[in-house]
């Protein structure tokens, strides 16, 4: 059962757009998924983006802001976005180009993303 506040509101966003897996490595066992959320009045677009690592061994799984596209028009060309830990209720950093972290084996990360430019 989810028991953060943050990881609730992207099961309950009133989009209710379902997820796309933007990557899948076979060989390395990793995923990448992306769902638009809705955004407020005064935010910019927002997505929640979820890695996985399905390995038995630390992974470095990457995403690409380009890669955001596939969101729509309001993705195209980004460079900078907000980003945000949601397991750990924690920023973690205004990023370009996008974003690299090692997952732990059989772990996941999930992200909300604010486009900033």
Known sequence: ???????????????????????????????????QLKGSID???????????????????????E???????RWRGMRLGAVRDLWESKAIGFLEKGITTKLSPHSTQLLRVTRLK
């Open 43 to 65: 935010s910019g677009p927002l997505c929640a983006i979820m890695l996985f690592n399905r390995a038995n061994v630390t992974q470095e799984v990457s995403l690409e802001w």
């Open 1 to 35: 059962m989810y028991s953060a506040a943050e990881v609730l509101a992207v099961n309950q966003d009133e989009l209710m757009i379902p997820g796309i897996r933007l990557r899948q490595d076979q060989h390395l066992s990793t995923e990448t998924w992306t769902r």
């Open 67 to 73: 890669e955001l596209e596939v969101l729509g028009e």
